[in-house]
């Protein structure tokens, strides 16, 4: 029973794992929860990138039981860059020093701020609300009535490049 639901869970965190990369890891260095000990993984901001870039875990590649400095390559100091104009090059300021003492940097909490700022996107829900929006807009009462079939012709495939196309037409 213990192994089912365990199971079950594992299955559950994989699917939420979508948003995992080599660049996004790195904010786990600007997180006030994050423990120094697993901030020591900045050492590895000098291991090559993963052949292919990770959009998405897929089957084995994710275990929970890997520390998230597994995770961490060259890939990652690109967040910075996103963060702060020349932010890697920035970056080394605070970087050299113990992670306990990332915080007496000028450039660490600024670049600490702007991760906090992060919004998180879900461009999929976005494209469905939009959609949706749209639809209620109409004022064909036959579209409305006879909605799931009118968008299902309008949208046989739904993919975002679908979207796009009808949209640009």
Known sequence: ???????????????????????????????????????????????????????????????????????VTQRTAELFDVLVKDGQEQATSFLVKEP????TYLTYLEMQEKARQMKVVNDCAERGIALVEEYNSTKDEEQRRYGKQFLL??????TKATRMKLTAD
């Open 1 to 71: 029973m213990l192994r089912a639901i365990g199971n079950a869970a594992a299955k559950a965190f994989h699917r939420h794992l979508w948003y995992f990369s080599e660049h996004l890891v790195g904010l786990a260095f600007f997180d006030d929860g994050v423990v120094a000990a697993v901030k020591e993984m900045v050492k590895n901001l000098q291991h090559l990138p993963k052949p292919k870039a990770l959009k998405r875990l897929e089957g084995g590649i994710f275990n929970c039981q890997s520390p998230l400095d597994t995770f």
């Open 153 to 158: 012709r309008q949208f046989p495939v739904a």
């Open 100 to 103: 306990p003492d990332w915080s």
